[in-house]
C-alpha cells in the first residue's frame, strides 16, 4: 500500500523535522550566544589585564626611582663626599673619582654632578659633557620647585631611555645637585613582563614619526614584527588595538611615557590565542554537548513518532478492513493503553463490534431489530432456512390514508407517515415484536419469530393497545400542527405458519407465510366495518392465550377466504384492571 | 634659587678714610638708632633677618668681640648669627649628644669633630661673607653666621624688628639679609640719614621670601629623622 506507507513517512518526517529543527535551532542559538558571550569576555578579560599591567609597570617604575632616590640621598649626605666637594671644588679629577665610586657602590648606571647654575660638573655616562649645561634643566627645575627638593623622571639619551633621580647635595644648604640613573632596557622589560605575565616593549618615536624599539622582552624576530606593525601609528595612546605580529594576534596597549626631552611608549601586549585558550575548551565541550543532544533529540524523536504513527497506522488499517467488511478487530497491542491512543483503540474495537453485531442481525433478518433481539440473535443458533413454529402476527392500517395523501403535500405526508411509523415501531420493539415489513401505510409485526416468545399473544395484545394510546398522543400534535387526526385499525392472528428468510440473496426478508398471515390481514380489515365498531379486533387463538387478561367484546365468528372453518374474533377493549398478576 | 656662598657680599665696604672720620665722629654728640621693620610682601614680619648699616661717609671700626653659637636641643641657637669681621666665636655643645660641626663656606672653612661641652679655642671669622654651619650627625642642624665688616647690625626677632644702636650721624646704606631672601640683599637695600637729635624713625623693608628648603625634623621630637 504505498498510499499509507508515504503517509506514514511524511508524518514521522515532518515531526521529525519540525522537532529536530527547533532543538537545532535552539542549540546553535544556544552555543552562538555562548560563543559571543566568551569573545567579549575574554577581550575584557585581556583588558583589564593589559591595564593591570601597565599599572604594574608604573609601580615597578616608581619602587626602582624611590629605591634609587634613596640610594641618592645617602650617597649626597655622604660626609667625605661633601668634604671633597666643599674643599676641593675645582679638583674635578678628585671629583670624578669620588663620583665613580659612589656610583659603583649603589650599581646605578650613572651619577651626574650638576651646579646649582645648571652647569654639568660630572656626567658619568657622557663625561665629554663636563662644563656644559645640563641636558636635562627640566629637571632641576622640578626638584628645586619640589618641597623635598628632589625630582625623577625619563629621559632620552643617545637612543636609549633612562629613568633620572635629582637629589640636593646639602652641606648643609644645597650646594649642588646629584643624580642618579638606570637603564630601561631588555632586563627591566623581562622583569617587568615576568610580573605581570604579558609582552613590554619600550618604544621611542624619533623625529621622523616612526616608531622604535628601544628595549623589549620579544626576541629580534617578533621585534621587527612589532615594528612594522606599529610603524608609523598615531593616536594609539591608551587604546587596546590587536596587532598581527607573524601571524599571531597580539592585544595590544600603548600606554605614552612622560620622557622630558622626547616621546616614548611602553606597548604591553597579550597573545589572543593564549587567553582564548581556557574559552575554546568550553567552546569545543558546548560544541559536544549541543551535537549530543542533538543527536538524542533525533532518537528520542524517533521514537515518539513511532508510538503514534504506528497504533494509527494499526487503527487506519483496521478501519480499512472494516471497510472492506472484515470485522475482525484481533489483538491490538494498543489495547491496554492508558493515554489517548490507547482510548481511541477501544473505541473503535467497541464499534467495530456494534457494526459486526448489526451486520450480523441484518444478515440474520434482512432487517434491523431492536437491540434485544439483536443481543439474543448473536446469541443462539437459530435457523433462518424455514422452518414451522406458532407465530403471532399483527397488522395496522390507516383509514381514509389515501384520501389524506390527495389533501397534502408529499414531503408532509411523508413527515406524518413517519412519525407514525416511528412511534408504531417503538412500542413494538419494546414488546419484543419485530417489525416485518411496512406496506405503504400498513405494519406487519411478528411475535414470537424469530425468537421464541412464550407471551407472544399477550405481548401482541399489549402492544396493539398501546399503539392505540401512542395514536392517540400522535393525533393531539397532529391536530394542533395539522388538524387533522389519523385512525387505524389493527388486525391480530396466532397460527402456526412458515418462518424463514424469503428472498433471493441479494435481497430476502425474514417473514412468515401461511394462512395465519391472510387471517391476520382479513381481522384488520375488518375493523372497518361500522357493525363491529372496533379498532383492535383479535382472534379466538390469540385471545386464549392470554388467560383474561384483557377485557374484550366478542364479535362473532367470520368465514375467512380460503380457511374452512370459521374464526371467532373479538373486539380488544383493554386491560382488565384489579387483576392480581395481570400484565 | 637656594643660598650661594659667593653672594653675600653685604656690610662690606672698607673706606680708610672714613675709618678715621669715624675715629673723629666718635666723639661727637649723641649717636642715633635705626629702628627697622622687615615684613614680607604678603604682610607678615620676617624673623631672623640680619640688617646693617654701612656708613656711606666715612668708615668702620672694628670691634673685636665675641659671639657664641650653641648646639641647644640639637639646634643652633641662634639660627642666625651676625658678627663683624675678626670676631671669635664659641660653640658650646649643650647637648648630651656629640655634634660635629662643619663649614665649607669659602668665608670660612673648619669643622670641630665630634666634640662634647666647649672646645678649648673659639673660631675667628676673619674673612667677610656669609657662613653655613652643618652638622654631620644631624642632618637637619644648620646655622648661619653672617660676618660684615660694620659694627653696626642686629638679627630681627619674631616680630620682624630690630634696632641698631649708637650709630654716628651720617648717611647709611641699611641693607638685609636673611637665608631665605630672594635675590641679592643690594637689591633692597636703602639710604638712611641719621641726625645727631634724633632716629629717623621706622624704616621699613618689603621682602620677597622663597620657601624653606629644610628638611623638618620628626614630629615627635625624638625621632631625630627627616619628615
Known amino acids: 500500500m504505498p498510499d499509507s506507507i508515504l503517509r506514514f513517512r511524511t508524518f514521522r518526517g515532518r515531526l521529525a523535522f519540525v522537532f529536530l529543527s527547533l532543538v537545532a535551532l535552539v542549540l546553535a542559538a544556544s552555543f552562538f550566544i555562548a560563543l559571543q558571550a566568551n569573545r567579549r569576555y575574554a577581550l575584557r578579560q585581556i583588558e583589564t589585564n593589559l591595564r593591570t599591567g601597565a599599572r604594574i609597570f608604573s609601580a615597578l617604575t616608581e619602587h626602582r626611582l624611590d629605591q634609587v632616590t634613596n640610594e641618592a640621598r645617602l650617597l649626597a649626605s655622604d660626609y667625605g663626599f661633601k668634604q671633597a666637594f666643599g674643599t676641593s671644588g675645582e679638583d674635578r679629577a678628585t671629583i670624578r673619582l669620588a663620583m665613580q665610586n659612589r656610583r659603583d657602590r649603589v650599581k646605578a648606571d650613572f651619577i651626574l654632578l650638576v651646579s646649582l647654575e645648571g652647569q654639568t660638573l660630572y656626567d658619568s655616562d657622557q663625561p665629554r659633557r663636563d662644563g656644559l649645561p645640563f641636558d636635562l634643566p627640566g629637571l632641576i627645575t622640578a626638584a628645586e620647585e619640589n618641597d623635598a627638593l628632589q625630582a625623577r623622571g625619563l629621559a632620552l639619551r643617545q637612543g636609549k631611555l633612562f629613568a633620572v633621580v635629582v637629589v640636593p647635595l646639602l652641606a648643609p644648604a644645597p650646594v649642588a645637585w646629584i643624580g642618579l640613573g638606570f637603564r630601561i632596557d631588555d632586563a627591566f622589560a623581562a622583569e617587568l613582563g615576568a610580573l605581570s605575565k604579558q609582552s613590554v616593549s619600550f618604544l621611542q618615536r624619533n623625529d621622523s614619526t616612526q616608531w622604535i624599539i628601544l628595549a623589549s622582552t620579544f626576541d629580534v624576530g617578533k621585534r621587527n614584527e612589532l615594528q612594522r606593525a606599529i610603524g608609523a601609528l598615531t593616536g594609539a595612546s591608551g587604546r587596546i588595538l590587536q596587532l598581527a605580529l607573524g601571524g599571531e594576534r597580539f592585544v595590544t596597549l600603548i600606554e605614552p611615557l612622560d620622557v622630558r626631552n622626547g616621546a616614548a611608549a611602553v606597548a604591553l601586549q597579550r597573545s589572543l590565542k593564549e587567553e582564548l585558550a581556557p574559552f575554546r575548551a568550553l567552546e569545543a565541550a558546548l560544541l559536544f554537548v549541543g551535537c549530543g543532544g542533538l543527536v538524542l533529540s533525533a532518537i528520542a524523536v524517533a521514537g515518539i513518532a513511532r508510538s503514534i504513527s504506528r497504533p494509527v497506522l494499526r487503527l487506519a488499517e483496521s478501519v480499512h478492513r472494516v471497510e472492506g467488511g472484515d470485522y475482525t478487530t484481533g489483538d491490538s497491542p494498543d489495547f491496554g493503553r492508558a493515554d489517548e491512543l490507547g482510548q481511541l483503540t477501544r473505541s473503535f474495537q467497541n464499534m467495530t463490534a456494534g457494526l459486526a453485531e448489526r451486520d450480523k442481525v441484518r444478515d440474520l433478518l434482512g432487517k434491523v431489530a431492536s437491540p434485544a433481539i439483536a443481543a439474543e440473535l448473536t446469541r443462539g443458533q437459530l435457523t433462518f432456512g424455514g422452518e414451522e413454529r406458532k407465530v403471532t402476527i399483527l397488522f395496522s392500517d390507516l383509514r381514509d390514508f389515501t384520501t389524506l395523501s390527495e389533501q397534502l403535500m408529499p414531503p408532509q405526508l411523508l413527515e406524518i407517515l413517519n412519525a407514525y411509523f416511528t412511534r408504531m415501531s417503538r412500542v413494538v420493539d419494546a414488546h419484543g415484536g419485530v417489525i416485518d415489513k411496512y406496506i405503504g401505510d400498513a405494519i406487519m409485526a411478528l411475535f414470537g419469530a424469530p425468537l421464541n416468545t412464550p407471551d407472544q399473544a399477550r405481548r401482541a395484545l399489549e402492544s396493539a393497545l398501546e399503539m392505540r394510546m401512542a395514536l392517540n398522543e400522535l393525533n393531539r400534535e397532529l391536530l394542533a400542527g395539522t388538524g387533522r387526526v389519523l385512525r387505524f385499525g389493527i388486525g391480530i392472528h396466532t397460527a402456526t405458519v412458515v418462518a424463514g428468510n424469503i428472498g433471493s440473496p441479494q435481497r430476502y426478508n425474514y417473514t412468515v407465510i401461511g394462512d395465519g398471515v391472510n387471517v391476520a390481514s382479513r381481522l384488520q380489515a375488518l375493523t372497518r366495518k361500522p357493525e363491529y365498531d372496533a379498532e383492535i379486533i383479535v382472534s379466538d387463538a390469540t385471545l386464549s392465550e392470554t388467560f383474561g387478561v384483557f377485557r374484550s367484546r366478542q364479535l362473532g365468528d367470520v368465514a375467512v377466504k380460503g380457511k374452512q372453518q370459521l374464526v371467532g374474533i373479538h373486539a380488544l377493549l383493554g386491560r382488565r384492571e384489579r387483576e392480581e398478576g395481570a400484565r | ?227
Open chain 2, 1 to 227: 634659587m637656594p643660598v650661594s656662598e659667593a653672594m653675600p657680599r653685604i656690610c662690606a665696604r672698607r673706606d680708610v678714610v672714613g675709618a678715621v672720620l669715624l675715629f673723629t665722629l666718635q666723639f661727637t654728640a649723641c649717636a642715633g638708632n635705626i629702628e627697622v621693620e622687615i615684613k614680607e610682601s604678603g604682610g607678615t614680619p620676617v624673623a631672623d633677618a640680619v640688617v646693617c648699616a654701612t656708613p656711606l661717609t666715612g668708615g668702620t671700626s672694628a670691634l673685636k668681640g665675641k659671639a657664641i653659637v650653641a648646639q641647644k636641643n640639637k639646634q643652633f641657637v641662634p639660627y642666625v648669627t651676625a658678627v663683624q669681621k675678626g670676631t671669635a666665636v664659641q660653640f658650646p655643645n649643650q647637648d648630651d649628644v656629640k655634634h660635629h660641626i662643619y663649614s665649607f663656606s669659602p668665608a670660612k672653612k673648619f669643622e670641630l669633630p665630634l666634640y662634647a661641652g666647649t672646645p678649648a679655642d673659639p673660631v675667628v671669622f676673619d674673612k667677610a661673607g656669609l657662613v653655613t654651619l652643618g652638622c654631620n650627625i644631624h642632618d637637619w642642624m644648620i646655622g648661619y653666621i653672617l660676618v660684615v665688616e660694620t659694627p653696626w647690625f642686629a638679627v630681627t626677632t619674631g616680630n620682624g624688628r630690630a634696632q641698631l644702636r649708637g650709630l654716628p650721624a651720617g648717611t647709611y646704606q641699611v641693607e638685609v639679609w636673611q637665608p631665605r631672601l630672594k635675590g641679592p640683599s643690594a637689591r633692597t637695600a636703602q639710604r638712611v640719614a641719621v641726625s645727631a637729635d634724633n632716629s629717623p624713625g621706622t624704616v621699613s623693608f618689603r621682602v620677597d621670601l622663597k620657601p624653606d628648603f629644610r628638611p623638618r625634623r620628626g614630629p615627635t621630637g625624638t625621632e631625630e629623622g627627616y619628615r
